[in-house]
């Protein structure tokens, strides 16, 4: 019987590893919602075409600011999203650490490896409403520590992404479909973004993966 029983629970055990294995890469930033809230947030969304790129600089959106202490929001999300980050005994300078990239499943262990990515790029918020802002406001868009708008990614794969929306780029591991997709609907949500019809899409595409 005892056994059998310590069979079963081996059994158990192997099942249940591709499932781990399968699992998030990477710790998810705060604020991601669970797939039934992100498709009602998504239902509520404004859809439109894209406003104009004119007047748009990634200076409009002023970003790495002083957190706390001399603490810029990039170290902060460095420390946030990494594992054995070691600072300066001076301040927040980053010297050692290990992150992996959600996006890709790599792991880096010099953060000038890595980027901290807008979710929603600036370019994109600019053209769905954040042209209209203030540069208060952007700023606080830019440095948003509350909601899932910055994450640790490597480098070359935050730029192949660049100013994309979803439904021009997606993460390389289709794993993270999911999570990326309520991130981008929550952030959206927040900040009262529009979409087009051609995100919307996406986005609903990618949440029936969840």
């Known amino acids: ?31 991601v919602p669970s797939a039934s809230t992100a498709k009602s947030e998504l239902a509520a969304l404004t859809v439109a075409a894209q406003g104009s790129q004119d007047g748009y600089s990634r200076d409009k959106f002023p970003h790495w600011i002083t957190q706390s202490g001399s603490c810029d929001t990039r170290e902060v999300v460095l420390k946030r999203d990494g594992t054995n980050v070691v ?32 979710l929603v790029p600036l370019s994109n918020a600019w053209k769905s409403g954040a042209s209209g802002w203030t540069t208060a406001a952007r700023q606080a868009f830019a440095n948003d520590l509350t909601n899932p708008q910055l994450l640790v990614v490597t480098d070359n794969v935050n730029e192949s992404k660049g100013d994309k929306g979803p ?20 952030v959206k949500s927040v900040y009262k973004l529009t979409i087009t019809s051609a995100e919307k899409s996406a986005l609903t595409s990618m949440l029936d993966t969840c």
């Open 167 to 186: 439904e021009e780029w997606k993460p390389p591991l289709t794993s993270y479909f999911c999570t990326y997709a309520e991130m981008w609907v929550k």
């Open 87 to 118: 600072q300066s005994s001076s301040g927040c300078t980053i010297t050692s650490g290990k992150w992996v990239s959600p996006y890709d499943g790599a792991t880096w262990t010099a953060s000038s490896d890595v980027d901290i990515d807008h």
């Open 1 to 31: 019987m005892v056994f059998s029983q310590v069979t079963k629970t081996l059994i158990g055990l192997l099942a249940l590893q591709p499932a781990l294995i399968a699992g998030l890469p990477a710790p998810s930033p705060p604020g």
